[in-house]
């Protein structure tokens, strides 16, 4: 709740989700756009991650540093493209990453909102791709460390959640809750964009089914999430 009650707003809140409910990688998450969404499987695409390389921001090979303010129809120069940067971490990181009903009907309430000419969905406040580190620091970190969490009298205190808390960490939750939930291990290693091992890797199939199993369970925990809610909290995050 708290990266939906900062200056990130419905776009916090979601890429946090996004982090627990899909256990993306940031790159995978970061370097969402608009067109990476199937409304009719409720999925997102990943295909194209956001990464750093030196200092510069890379989607699909493309340098995107300047994206907010890049308008290649008045002249400006066409941006770079290499083929290093535009790759999943491997083969098998290219994959759709189907959402729980839930949080699919969220994730479709913030796409509607995103400003005309928007690439990315989640953005800077100044409507630019993400750094990871200046996400991280102004609001990743406050929002499970707390602020002046030893300090009750302070007029910034606010306790701490799970201090320490990794972005990186929801993947291994969301892992956690597949194996807990009893899905299979193709089901598991697809999702996740990890490739099978062994004789799996030419024998075992995701099916429908799985994938119907998986989306049931997370959709299921969603709900639980959500009753454990304050009316309040349950508000901001329903309506």
Do not use: C
């Not at 989607?59 to 999943?88: H, M, Q």
């Amino acid at each position: 709740m708290r990266l939906y009650e900062n200056e990130l707003g419905l776009s916090g809140l979601v890429l946090g989700l996004l982090d627990a409910y899909t256990g993306g990688r940031w790159g995978e998450l970061a370097g969402q756009t608009l067109v990476e969404y199937d409304q009719v499987s409720k999925a997102i695409a990943v295909f194209q991650p956001l990464k750093e390389v030196d200092g510069r921001l890379f989607n699909g090979g493309t340098d995107v540093t300047e994206r907010a303010s890049l308008d290649l129809a008045n002249g400006a120069r066409r941006p770079r493209r290499t083929r290093r940067n535009a790759r999943t971490k491997s083969p098998a990181g290219e994959r759709w990453v189907p959402l729980p009903p839930s949080v699919a009907s969220i994730y479709e309430l913030l796409l509607a909102t995103r400003p005309s000419g928007s690439s990315f969905v989640f953005t800077s406040l100044q409507g630019k791709p993400w750094y990871r580190s200046n996400f991280r620091q102004r609001f990743w970190r406050p929002a499970w460390d707390g602020v002046d969490p030893s300090n009750p009298t302070s007029e910034r205190h606010m306790p701490a959640i799970l201090s320490g808390f990794r972005f990186h960490a929801g993947r291994h939750t969301h892992a956690t809750w597949l194996t807990e939930d009893g899905n299979e291990e193709v089901a598991r290693r697809a999702r996740l964009g990890h490739k099978m091992k062994g004789r799996g890797r030419v024998y075992d199939h995701v099916t429908p089914e799985m994938e119907r199993r998986v989306s049931e369970a997370l959709e299921d925990r969603w709900v639980t999430s959500v009753l454990a809610l304050d009316a309040d909290e349950r508000g901001k995050v329903l309506t």
